[in-house]
């Protein structure tokens, strides 16, 4: 692995894993949940609050640093860590999602991609020397390659042809990298399709990449479709790497990858969905403009230990929401990333102790799975 | 003074005073300056990081909080302070400054005022009876009486018209107040006329106040005139209770006021200012989205303490105003409430140290003030 970095299972329970991941600024126990902080801010939350949730690992978008305020200012002003004030391990994705969901797309051919920046306009190209070196510029402690990232459904043949140009882009980001001190992770495209996703990775592998992430999911597919290619594919993936399951996804997601032996998870919906008055609980989502939390003086979730829930009532963080109030959403999000993170630590306790399979049954039947929304990727701009 | 409060002059230097109110919920060291929030919340802040600032008096608005969510429902969830999760002292003011600058104003007679909510439309009365009553359910620390509060310039004859009514609603304030663990501030009016302040001051005490507000400033004249104003009328306020200017001011307008003996001040002008990326500091004002912090290392405010400046660049803090991140807002606004707080702490050691003359001669030639912007009454309602 590149320099400072390393990562050992720890514990298992069938495909279901426990492990530390060291990086040069920090270790992380996994299964871990990486927050989003799209443009180098977790959206109304300060780094302070970001680290009281338990969060360790963070994320920052490329596409949108790129575009603003450029890879040149992040590094004038001391490298992301040092730009956004987070000390702790951070990664990049390698924007690739982002220009396929996002841009006015202008082209893609195997050279890379041209598309119009959302900001001003501009024309911009994106090869995966260019995706590695904007990384490099940044500065986090785990980078992404550039993939060719289709929606789902999409026909075998846009399938295939995604993961031919994604293993070619992956060899071209492996020959680019300049940095020792940045792991790099190759991603696994071929859809729901086990069998191609399996050619994939056995094209990456002999690459030798710092971690294996699985793109492609949660972009239209039915969410029992992509558990079960989770099930059936997760465990493939290189036991001594970290494995990380990008944008995904609700709590119901994250135990049933964790179940089929995925480390890592980003995802922006405890943020998103907490600015719109959304919040995961231990007895079910609560939507707080609902009238009926009007004279609660009830905590919005009497099991959780956040700054949310043991200062304020539910018929006040109504109130900031029915009144627009800011404070609304950066209460909610804080809880929800709260939320996220314990879920975390109790499936890391659980693999731990060897009872994950009986905690996972005991927590699927419980309240807590009672229509958690899935992101909304049509508005990732908005994140 | 109503049960619980007191109020003392521990130091002075000429008209300039320094004391000590005690309320309910802890004591206050005065001059104080109350950070605003409009609808029982600082705006983006949470209540620790309003705490944090220094801030230990803060003020919420009658009239918002009347119409959204009601002070039944505020009861209901266990009063202000409860409600909102502020443990230390808070005021509200009467609504009557929000009615006349926000308002649909429908009629304005003896009784009292009808106007149209700007929430849902509806037709609302407040009287000066009404005004307590809310108050007294709402439950701040201090509460203020309804007045007439004409913008400037006004003519003599709308003038004495509002004085006239503002004296006799103080009456009937002082009459249906209902709480003894609330103070009740009486508002004095009269414009830029110190004899006719002088009358409404000498109508007024008779009926025995826990402190009185100069109301009806900082309402469209110029800075001069209202410092003039406060240089003859300030040190004619009785002694022996808190003097309290309402909804003033610049860093400037606090230095002038606290020499002309004023005890208490709120403004918007932090937190508004902080929202637009306006930052004061130890070297001037400091507008964020200007080009120049582009590439900035240097902290917002090298010589101040605020999580703001201790954690983050100007650079970075462009970028979230460019990107329109709400992270921007929240820490400028949580660093001017920090300079607000530190400039009334060395105006109090100033007194204290009987050097107060001299710190304002020195403070007033030096960089602070070199273009602080008005607060903007126009949109006190976006406030």
Redesign the interface.
């Known amino acids: 692995m590149a320099d400072g970095f390393s990562f050992r299972v720890t514990a298992a329970c069938g495909p279901a894993r426990a492990g530390l991941l060291r990086t040069p600024h920090g270790n992380v126990e996994t299964p871990a949940f990486m927050p989003v902080g799209t443009?180098?801010?977790i959206?109304?939350?300060?780094?302070?609050q970001v680290a009281d949730s338990g969060a360790r690992l963070i994320l920052a978008n490329t596409y949108?640093l790129l575009l603003?305020?450029g890879p040149d200012?992040v590094a004038?002003?001391?490298g992301l860590h040092?730009?956004?004030?987070w000390d702790g391990p951070m990664l990049t994705d390698s924007g690739g999602y982002q220009v396929f969901s996002l841009a006015d797309l202008r082209r893609i051919d195997d050279e890379g991609v041209r598309f119009r920046s959302h900001v001003d306009g501009a024309e911009v190209r994106l090869t995966p020397e260019d995706a590695v070196a904007v990384q490099n510029r940044l500065g986090a402690d785990i980078i992404m390659v550039l993939d060719e990232c289709p929606p789902l459904p999409a026909a075998t043949s846009a399938l295939r042809t995604a993961v031919e140009r994604t293993v070619r882009w992956a060899q071209r980001c492996r020959a680019a990298h300049r940095r020792q001190d940045q792991a790099l992770y190759a991603i696994v495209q071929g859809g729901l399709d086990a069998a191609l996703r399996t050619e994939c990775l056995e094209r990456l592998t002999p690459l030798g990449f710092d971690g294996y992430a699985l793109g492609g999911l949660s972009v239209g597919e039915p969410p029992a479709a992509m558990w079960e290619l989770l099930a059936a594919f997760g465990p493939r993936l290189p036991a001594d790497t970290p494995r990380y399951l990008m944008g995904v996804g609700t709590p119901l997601d994250l135990v049933r990858a964790v179940a089929a032996g995925i480390d890592q998870f980003d995802c922006v919906l405890p943020t998103r969905n907490g600015r719109k008055g959304y919040a995961f609980t231990s007895t079910g989502v609560v939507r707080l403009r609902n009238a009926s939390h009007?004279?609660s003086?009830e905590p919005l979730d009497a099991a959780c230990d956040c700054?949310a829930c043991t200062?304020?009532?539910r018929?006040?963080l109504?109130?900031?929401f029915?009144?627009r109030?800011?404070?609304g959403?950066?209460?909610v999000s804080l809880h929800n990333l709260r939320f996220y993170q314990v879920l975390m630590a109790r499936m890391r306790a659980a693999i731990v102790s060897g009872d994950f399979d009986a905690w996972r049954r005991r927590t699927l039947a419980g309240p807590l799975f009672d229509g958690a929304a899935k992101p909304d990727h049509e508005q990732e701009q908005a994140e």
């Open positions: 443009q180098a801010t959206k109304g939350l300060t780094p302070a949108h603003r305020p200012v004038a002003l001391g040092r730009f956004c004030g009007r004279l003086t700054y200062r304020f009532t018929g006040y109504r109130h900031l029915m009144s109030e800011a404070l959403g950066t209460l």
